[in-house]
């Protein structure tokens, strides 16, 4: 129904920068929230970022200062933007969609998981 497909991770070292991408496709009506989660091993996974449809951001105190979220409605895109990196950041980034699609029974809102790109931090 909706699928979420992110890019953009990597080896970087401490300091560096990189950005996330999360493009959702699939029978959308609206996307409501979208976020970005980081699973470290042995951890539970966390929220990293959100952002409402209208703009409104959270963030992990973490991260405060050093990531930013965006995204482009136009394209059903999430961008998680990510500078400053540290080795504690060294995780798997899990983009996150609170959707409302068009089934044929009429609208339905629900949940939706990307598969999580790989992000080292060496030092």
């Known amino acids: 129904q909706v699928q979420l497909v992110e890019s953009g991770g990597g080896l970087v070292q401490a300091g560096g920068s990189l950005r996330l991408s999360c493009a959702a496709s699939?029978?959308?009506?609206?996307?409501?929230?979208m976020g970005w989660y980081r699973q470290a091993p042995g951890k539970q996974r966390e929220l990293v970022a959100a952002?409402?449809?209208?703009?409104?951001?959270n963030y992990a105190d973490s991260v405060k200062g050093r990531f930013t979220i965006s995204r482009d409605n136009a394209k059903n895109t999430v961008y998680l933007q990510m500078s400053s990196l540290k080795p504690e950041d060294t995780a798997v980034y899990f983009c996150?969609?609170?959707?409302?699609?068009?089934?044929?029974?009429?609208?339905?809102?629900?949940?939706?998981w990307g598969q999580g790109t790989q992000v080292t931090v060496s030092s």
């Open positions: 996150n969609a609170d959707v409302t699609t068009a089934q044929a029974m009429g609208l339905i809102r629900g949940g939706y």
């Open positions: 699939g029978s959308i009506f609206t996307i409501n929230a």
């Open positions: 952002i409402t449809s209208g703009g409104s951001t």
